[in-house]
């Protein structure tokens, strides 16, 4: 953490004296145009040296300008014809002022800035601003507000709170017109919890904070998670209605076999998916530039990562269960299972 040096600065304040000035037949612009050219230099010409080009600048050598006293010296031509020296037109003061000016909303503005390593931006700004209002009693005059990451964080929360809804909505949307089923359509939403474990969970082990890249990240999980449930159920709906039209289903072992056959048989496109997914993301997982912006990206691919490789798992062993369990209350009583 550090503050902006808004005072302890020194400045020479030069007042001229306007009627001196005139005596002398100098105008202001003249007086401010030598005292510029005595101290900060002013480039006269250019040096060339085959494609290299040098400016060369001419000012008083450091001796000449090196204190009030010297500086006071500093001679100043006249269209007269003559030369006036500083000390004869104006008198200089030295100041303290501010290090730095800023301007925020009409208003002066110092900023303290904090980088943090082991909070999120928001948990440690709720934090800070509850110590801040105990400790701090900001004078008459002053106000205080908390900007920078914190403050596009809280621009990006109230989008979400829009934009997740909606996307949301919309996902449960397409798989109900995709399966013309709110069973279907609820057991396919089971991947959401169970991908946002394996999303957490590699979050608090990378040791990733909340961000808006996570969000982001999340939000695409949605969609992933969404598209392999799909796949996962039609393979066994698939397996299961070809099952019932060759008059197969007569019993519960005839729709385990079934069930079997659909989430067996079909890993290879399901891993395929998976696996596609995965490729794709480790490189972004394992780049270490910051340049290519690492540090945003892998934000954005860890919860992808975490969340798809629990969904496959709850996709392979869940799935198969909770579809028995729906398709056995077709079977005959007699036929069902003990367990359930």
Do not use: C
């Not at 001229?16 to 000035?21: C, D, G, S, T």
């Not at 400790?135 to 829009?162: A, C, H, I, N, T």
């Not at 598209?227 to 039609?234: G, K, N, V």
């Not at 998916?273 to 910051?290: E, G, H, K």
């Amino acid at each position: 953490m550090f503050a902006e040096r808004v005072t302890g600065g020194y400045f020479l304040d030069f007042n001229f004296n306007r009627e001196a000035l005139a005596r002398h037949g100098i105008s202001i612009k003249q007086a401010h145009d030598s005292v510029a050219k005595a101290l900060g230099g002013r480039n006269v010409t250019t040096a060339i040296e085959g494609r290299e080009r040098y400016s060369v600048n001419v000012r008083y050598a450091r001796a000449f300008r090196q204190n009030k006293e010297h500086i006071r010296r500093i001679l100043i031509d006249s269209p007269k014809g003559y030369q006036v020296p500083l000390s004869e037109v104006a008198t200089i003061q030295m100041l303290n002022g501010p290090g730095m000016i800023r301007n925020d909303n009409g208003l002066l503005t110092g900023y303290v800035y904090v980088d943090l390593e082991e909070s999120d931006v928001g948990g440690y700004v709720k934090k800070a601003k509850k110590t801040v209002n105990e400790k701090l009693d900001l004078p008459s005059g002053y106000s205080l507000s908390w900007s920078g990451q914190y403050q596009s964080m809280g621009r990006v929360k109230e989008k979400l709170k829009v934009v997740l809804p909606i996307t949301f909505l919309i996902i449960i949307v397409l798989i109900y017109l995709n399966t013309k089923s709110a069973m279907k359509t609820s057991i396919v939403l089971l991947a959401i919890p169970f991908s946002a474990i394996g999303a957490v969970w590699l979050l608090y082990i990378l040791g990733y904070n909340i961000s808006i890249a996570v969000w982001v990240g999340l939000i695409a999980l949605l969609g992933i998670d969404a598209e392999m449930a799909i796949y996962m159920l039609l393979y066994l709906d698939l397996a299961y209605e070809k099952r019932k039209k060759e008059g197969k289903l007569n019993s519960f072992a005839d729709l385990k076999e079934a069930i079997h056959f659909g989430a067996v048989k079909r890993i290879r496109p399901k891993m395929m998916t998976v696996l596609t997914t995965f490729m794709a993301l480790l490189p972004i997982m394992l780049a270490s530039s910051a340049s290519s912006g690492a540090d945003v990206m892998k934000r954005m691919a860890a919860p992808m990562v975490g969340g798809i490789l629990t969904s496959f798992l709850l996709e392979l062993l869940v799935y198969p269960a909770i579809f028995a369990i729906w398709k056995e209350r077709s079977l005959p009583t007699d036929k069902r299972s003990d367990v359930v």
